[in-house]
């Protein structure tokens, strides 16, 4: 597991922050992702035999489920493997464009992104920057 440093943070996209009350549920993945954490995870909605499984790509009816927390034991996951999904908490995440601290997330609908920018975007519920980073940086992120 390798973490990186930046302007004094330490840190890889997925990790969750110690001594921070977290919501988190176990899914079952539908699609691989070539990724140790901090990808976006959506469900969806509507439709039965659903429970329990959640998506990289947003599927027709797609909701916003969390991000994916950053495990010691994956640095990817297959269809089939289970990733636990933070839906409330703080975590790091890897963002599209700059982010300011006190700027709202969004999920970017072309790339699944994690961004500030709400054109083209799907609000992360409750989600808000805590600290500021260039585009391609990791930033700290909080679901409330």
Not at 7 to 32: N, R, W, Y
Not at 56 to 68: Q, R, S
């Amino acid at each position: 597991m390798s973490f990186e440093n930046q302007h004094g943070m330490k840190g890889a996209p997925g990790l969750a922050f110690p001594c921070v009350t977290h919501s988190i549920e176990t899914g079952v993945m539908q699609q691989d992702k070539d990724s140790e954490g901090g990808f976006v995870l959506w469900i969806k909605t509507g439709e039965a035999g659903e429970a329990g499984k959640v998506y990289v790509d947003k599927p027709e009816n797609g909701t916003f489920l969390g991000i994916a927390q950053r495990t010691l034991y994956n640095d990817s996951y297959k269809a089939g493997m289970t990733v636990n999904v933070l839906k409330k908490g703080r975590l790091y995440v890897r963002v599209l464009g700059e982010v300011k601290a006190g700027d709202s997330a969004y999920v970017n609908e072309t790339n699944n992104a994690i961004t500030a920018t709400s054109t083209g975007a799907v609000q992360i519920p409750g989600g808000m920057f805590k600290t500021d980073a260039a585009d391609g940086e990791l930033a700290e992120l909080e679901i409330i």
